[in-house]
Protein backbone atom coordinates (compact mmCIF):
# COMPACT_ATOMS: atom_id res chain seq x y z
CA UNK A 1 0.00 0.00 0.00
CA UNK A 2 2.21 2.58 -0.97
CA UNK A 3 1.76 5.90 0.25
CA UNK A 4 3.23 7.52 -2.78
CA UNK A 5 -0.25 6.18 -4.46
CA UNK A 6 -2.46 8.66 -1.83
CA UNK A 7 -3.56 12.06 -2.61
CA UNK A 8 -2.14 14.43 -0.05
CA UNK A 9 -4.26 14.88 2.90
CA UNK A 10 -4.26 16.89 6.14
CA UNK A 11 -3.72 15.19 9.26
CA UNK A 12 -2.91 15.95 13.34
CA UNK A 13 -4.92 12.73 14.97
CA UNK A 14 -7.82 14.64 16.29
CA UNK A 15 -6.81 18.43 15.91
CA UNK A 16 -8.02 18.55 12.77
CA UNK A 17 -10.17 16.96 10.04
CA UNK A 18 -8.58 13.60 8.53
CA UNK A 19 -9.39 13.62 4.70
CA UNK A 20 -7.33 10.31 3.14
CA UNK A 21 -8.50 8.72 -0.36
CA UNK A 22 -7.03 5.45 -0.33
CA UNK A 23 -6.50 3.88 -4.15
CA UNK A 24 -5.65 0.62 -4.80
CA UNK A 25 -2.10 0.15 -4.87
CA UNK A 26 -0.52 -1.22 -8.65
CA UNK A 27 1.75 -4.25 -6.96
CA UNK A 28 -1.71 -6.06 -6.45
CA UNK A 29 0.09 -8.85 -5.94
CA UNK A 30 1.86 -7.91 -2.85
CA UNK A 31 -1.37 -8.74 -0.92
CA UNK A 32 -2.04 -11.88 -2.32
CA UNK A 33 -0.90 -14.13 0.40
CA UNK A 34 -1.19 -18.18 0.98
CA UNK A 35 -3.38 -17.86 -2.31
CA UNK A 36 -5.42 -14.98 -1.06
CA UNK A 37 -5.89 -12.05 -1.85
CA UNK A 38 -6.30 -9.57 1.30
CA UNK A 39 -6.09 -6.21 -0.31
CA UNK A 40 -9.62 -5.08 -0.20
CA UNK A 41 -9.49 -6.20 3.77
CA UNK A 42 -6.47 -4.41 4.50
CA UNK A 43 -8.24 -1.67 2.69
CA UNK A 44 -11.21 -1.05 4.54
CA UNK A 45 -8.73 -2.20 7.53
CA UNK A 46 -6.46 0.58 7.40
CA UNK A 47 -9.23 3.53 5.94
CA UNK A 48 -11.00 2.92 9.61
CA UNK A 49 -7.75 3.77 11.42
CA UNK A 50 -6.67 6.44 9.19
CA UNK A 51 -9.82 7.41 9.79
CA UNK A 52 -9.38 8.17 13.70
CA UNK A 53 -11.08 4.90 14.48
CA UNK A 54 -9.06 1.56 15.91
CA UNK A 55 -8.09 1.09 19.37
CA UNK A 56 -5.74 1.92 21.83
CA UNK A 57 -5.09 5.50 19.92
CA UNK A 58 -3.05 7.00 22.96
CA UNK A 59 -0.11 5.01 20.60
CA UNK A 60 -0.39 6.95 18.61
CA UNK A 61 0.52 9.98 20.75
CA UNK A 62 3.01 8.37 22.13
CA UNK A 63 5.06 7.49 18.75
CA UNK A 64 4.81 11.35 17.87
CA UNK A 65 5.25 12.92 21.23
CA UNK A 66 8.23 10.55 22.18
CA UNK A 67 9.36 9.99 18.49
CA UNK A 68 9.15 6.22 19.05
CA UNK A 69 8.11 3.77 15.91
CA UNK A 70 7.11 1.61 18.00
CA UNK A 71 4.52 2.52 20.14
CA UNK A 72 2.82 3.44 16.17
CA UNK A 73 3.86 -0.51 15.46
CA UNK A 74 2.46 -1.54 18.82
CA UNK A 75 -0.72 0.55 17.86
CA UNK A 76 -1.50 -1.36 14.70
CA UNK A 77 -0.82 -4.92 16.01
CA UNK A 78 -3.05 -3.88 18.72
CA UNK A 79 -5.58 -3.39 16.13
CA UNK A 80 -5.39 -6.82 14.41
CA UNK A 81 -4.11 -8.79 17.13
CA UNK A 82 -7.99 -9.27 19.13
CA UNK A 83 -9.68 -9.33 15.84
CA UNK A 84 -7.26 -12.65 14.79
CA UNK A 85 -7.40 -13.92 17.88
CA UNK A 86 -11.34 -14.58 17.64
CA UNK A 87 -11.83 -18.66 16.89
CA UNK A 88 -14.12 -16.96 13.98
CA UNK A 89 -10.85 -14.81 12.59
CA UNK A 90 -10.73 -14.63 8.54
CA UNK A 91 -8.11 -16.13 6.60
CA UNK A 92 -7.65 -12.29 5.80
CA UNK A 93 -7.44 -10.98 9.35
CA UNK A 94 -4.98 -13.89 10.22
CA UNK A 95 -2.79 -13.21 7.33
CA UNK A 96 -2.69 -9.51 8.24
CA UNK A 97 -2.20 -10.54 11.78
CA UNK A 98 0.91 -12.79 10.21
CA UNK A 99 2.38 -9.93 8.04
CA UNK A 100 2.78 -7.28 10.72
CA UNK A 101 3.90 -9.68 13.80
CA UNK A 102 6.63 -10.85 11.48
CA UNK A 103 7.82 -7.71 10.90
CA UNK A 104 7.54 -6.21 14.56
CA UNK A 105 9.53 -9.36 15.76
CA UNK A 106 12.04 -8.12 13.99
CA UNK A 107 11.94 -4.82 15.46
CA UNK A 108 10.57 -3.01 12.49
CA UNK A 109 13.60 -3.29 9.92
CA UNK A 110 14.11 -0.65 7.57
CA UNK A 111 12.60 2.25 9.72
CA UNK A 112 13.56 4.95 11.63
CA UNK A 113 13.05 4.32 15.06
CA UNK A 114 12.15 7.64 16.11
CA UNK A 115 9.88 8.86 13.55
CA UNK A 116 6.33 7.33 12.84
CA UNK A 117 5.38 8.05 9.42
CA UNK A 118 1.62 6.54 9.72
CA UNK A 119 -0.48 3.57 8.96
CA UNK A 120 0.35 3.18 5.14
CA UNK A 121 3.73 3.43 5.04
CA UNK A 122 3.74 0.93 8.20
CA UNK A 123 1.54 -1.12 6.12
CA UNK A 124 4.12 -0.79 3.24
CA UNK A 125 7.20 -1.31 5.46
CA UNK A 126 5.75 -4.81 6.51
CA UNK A 127 4.47 -6.35 3.21
CA UNK A 128 7.83 -5.38 1.96
CA UNK A 129 9.48 -7.47 4.59
CA UNK A 130 7.65 -9.90 4.49
CA UNK A 131 7.85 -10.60 0.85
CA UNK A 132 11.84 -10.45 1.66
CA UNK A 133 11.60 -13.60 4.12
CA UNK A 134 9.16 -15.34 2.55
CA UNK A 135 5.78 -17.25 3.68
CA UNK A 136 7.37 -20.72 4.79
CA UNK A 137 10.00 -18.13 6.76
CA UNK A 138 7.53 -16.40 8.11
CA UNK A 139 5.71 -19.74 9.39
CA UNK A 140 8.30 -20.56 10.70
CA UNK A 141 8.46 -17.79 13.17
CA UNK A 142 5.64 -17.84 14.32
CA UNK A 143 5.76 -21.23 15.04
CA UNK A 144 8.82 -20.31 16.92
CA UNK A 145 7.54 -17.90 18.54
CA UNK A 146 5.20 -20.22 20.47
CA UNK A 147 7.96 -22.06 21.57
CA UNK A 148 9.47 -19.25 23.24
CA UNK A 149 6.54 -18.02 24.91
CA UNK A 150 6.40 -21.33 26.39
CA UNK A 151 9.34 -21.32 27.85
CA UNK A 152 8.97 -17.13 29.13
CA UNK A 153 8.77 -17.09 32.55
CA UNK A 154 5.88 -15.11 33.56
CA UNK A 155 6.13 -11.30 33.52
CA UNK A 156 7.02 -9.75 37.49
CA UNK A 157 4.00 -8.10 37.63
CA UNK A 158 1.62 -11.53 37.10
CA UNK A 159 4.47 -13.58 39.38
CA UNK A 160 4.00 -10.76 42.54
CA UNK A 161 -0.21 -10.59 41.64
CA UNK A 162 0.38 -15.08 42.59
CA UNK A 163 2.48 -13.89 45.13
CA UNK A 164 0.19 -11.88 46.76
CA UNK A 165 -3.13 -13.18 46.46
CA UNK A 166 -4.43 -16.09 47.71
CA UNK A 167 -4.76 -18.65 44.79
CA UNK A 168 -7.08 -18.05 42.48
CA UNK A 169 -7.18 -21.57 40.04
CA UNK A 170 -10.41 -20.13 38.20
CA UNK A 171 -8.57 -17.03 37.46
CA UNK A 172 -4.94 -18.66 36.51
CA UNK A 173 -6.95 -21.15 34.18
CA UNK A 174 -8.72 -18.24 32.73
CA UNK A 175 -4.93 -16.24 32.56
CA UNK A 176 -3.93 -20.13 30.84
CA UNK A 177 -6.48 -20.13 28.47
CA UNK A 178 -5.96 -16.96 26.99
CA UNK A 179 -2.22 -17.56 26.74
CA UNK A 180 -3.53 -20.76 24.90
CA UNK A 181 -5.47 -18.85 22.19
CA UNK A 182 -2.74 -16.59 21.63
CA UNK A 183 -0.83 -19.35 20.55
CA UNK A 184 -3.81 -20.86 18.67
CA UNK A 185 -3.65 -17.62 16.38
CA UNK A 186 0.22 -17.94 15.79
CA UNK A 187 -0.30 -21.56 14.62
CA UNK A 188 -3.51 -21.17 12.89
CA UNK A 189 -1.72 -18.44 10.68
CA UNK A 190 1.21 -20.52 10.50
CA UNK A 191 -0.49 -22.83 9.03
CA UNK A 192 -2.43 -21.01 6.46
CA UNK A 193 1.32 -19.78 5.11
CA UNK A 194 2.40 -23.22 5.19
CA UNK A 195 0.02 -26.20 5.43
CA UNK A 196 3.13 -28.91 5.34
CA UNK A 197 5.09 -27.28 8.21
CA UNK A 198 6.38 -29.71 10.77
CA UNK A 199 5.95 -28.19 13.64
CA UNK A 200 7.22 -31.33 16.14
CA UNK A 201 10.19 -31.31 14.16
CA UNK A 202 10.80 -27.83 14.39
CA UNK A 203 10.25 -28.22 18.10
CA UNK A 204 12.84 -30.84 18.56
CA UNK A 205 15.04 -28.98 16.95
CA UNK A 206 14.67 -25.60 18.75
CA UNK A 207 15.68 -28.18 21.83
CA UNK A 208 18.76 -28.96 20.02
CA UNK A 209 20.17 -26.10 19.53
Known sequence: MNHEHYLPRKQSWGLCDLYVIINLMNDNDAYVIAGSDILPFVTDWAAVLIAGGGESRGLLDHALDDSDYSYGGYFMMGNIGSRATSPTATDAELLLFAVLSVFQMS???????????????????????????????????????????????????????????????????????????????????????DPEGDFDSELRAFFQL
Open 107 to 193: DFPGVDPKRWEGVEAHLDYAFKYFREIGEKEAARRLREDVVRRSLREDPPIWREMKQSRSRNPAREASHDQDMATIDQRSLRAAQLL
